[in-house]
T-cell receptor, first 115, second 113 residues
Framework: ETGVTQTPRHLVMGMTNKKSLKCEQH?????MYWYKQSAKKPLELMFV???????ENNSVPSRFSPECPNSSHLFLHLHTLQPEDSALYLC??????????????FGAGSRLTVL | GQQVMQIPQYQHVQEGEDFTTYCNSS?????IQWYKQRPGGHPVFLIQLVKSGEVKKQKRLTFQFGEAKKNSSLHITATQTTDVGTYFCAGPGKGGSQGNLIFGKGTKLSVKP
């Protein structure tokens, strides 16, 4: 157990479905992140939240919608996804979002398959 | 744009052999981090290097940060089957973007017993 819990661990959805990924951190960290990990591609940062405010959005399509209701919880809402969105979605947290010093603690990931 | 490149992409070794993965950045880095991801697992932080020329050791793992702070290496002495996994380096994104770590593609290590 890393202190960062992601649910569900596996998700299969159709292109017209709406689903959400959930992340909860028990580390008292102030920043939370969504990363996408696809085969043959490096880890891609999607969103960064610091103290519940979004501070980074790396040109992610609007079919991905993040929500951070408090510093311990992070959601990724999914709708009208494409098959190429199938990937491992990793949540991470850090003490601060300072790019010079942030060490990430990752959750176990949510494996998403879009049919 | 800013890139972090890792070589080799794959490495197959016999148990007991040494292993090295190299990381190169297109820009000077204020620090570099290394993570390990076991098969079916998630990335786990190993170490952070900050100073030019810094060398840090963790048991059989030796991490080095280049003098110019643009490259780094991870060396494993006498690999064991528990070393299997993908090793990633990561550096801060350009422009001070908060939380933006740029990851390399990783080196996947397999160890034959």
């Amino acid at each position: 157990e890393t202190g960062v819990t992601q649910t569900p661990r596996h998700l299969v959805m159709g292109m017209t479905n709406k689903k959400s990924l959930k992340c909860e951190q028990h580390l008292g960290h102030n920043a939370m992140y969504w990363y996408k990990q696809s085969a043959k591609k490096p880890l891609e940062l999607m969103f960064v939240y610091s103290l519940e405010e979004r501070v980074e959005n790396n040109s992610v399509p609007s079919r991905f919608s993040p929500e951070c209701p408090n510093s311990s919880h992070l959601f990724l809402h999914l709708h009208t996804l494409q098959p190429e969105d199938s990937a491992l979605y990793l949540c991470a947290s850090s003490q601060t979002p300072d790019s010079g010093a942030n060490v990430l603690t990752f959750g176990a990931g949510s494996r998403l398959t879009v049919l | 744009g800013q890139q972090v490149m890792q070589i080799p992409q794959y490495q197959h070794v016999q148990e007991g052999e040494d292993f090295t993965t190299y990381c190169n950045s297109s820009t000077t880095l204020s620090n570099i981090q290394w993570y390990k991801q076991r098969p079916g697992g998630h990335p786990v932080f190993l170490i952070q290097l900050v100073k030019s020329g810094e060398v840090k050791k963790q048991k059989r793992l030796t991490f080095q940060f280049g003098e110019a702070k643009k490259n780094s290496s991870l060396h494993i002495t006498a690999t064991q089957t528990t070393d299997v996994g993908t090793y990633f380096c990561a550096g801060p994104g350009k422009g001070g973007s908060q939380g933006n770590l740029i990851f390399g593609k990783g080196t996947k290590l397999s160890v034959k017993p």
